[in-house]
């Protein structure tokens, strides 16, 4: 998630770079009475569309960091076989070997 929030102690936090490079949209997120919070769930935020230029309509909350590293793989179409919430590193390019 790169614009998400988490329910700790009952307080809403920030969670994503996205979102960390933002100061405006951080207080936003957080305080403004306009944006939807809603539970994560991972099919809803892979239906969810949203505009990079402008703050978010929807944040989607957590309710610990320790559980949106546990949510299970999600098929997302033919073609890619599972997706999951947290990113996972890119295995470097295969290189040729000179002959």
Known sequence: ME???ILEEG??????AGILSSPDETLFS???DSPHRIKMVPERVM???YVISDFQETYFVVDSIKRCMRAPPVAISRR???S????SPTPPP???TPM
């Open 84 to 87: 999951c919430p947290r990113a």
């Open 3 to 5: 614009f998400g929030l």
């Open 30 to 32: 957080l305080y403004s």
């Open 80 to 82: 890619s076989t599972r």
């Open 47 to 49: 239906r969810t569309d």
């Open 11 to 16: 307080e809403l936090r920030v969670y994503g």
């Open 94 to 96: 295969q290189r040729s």
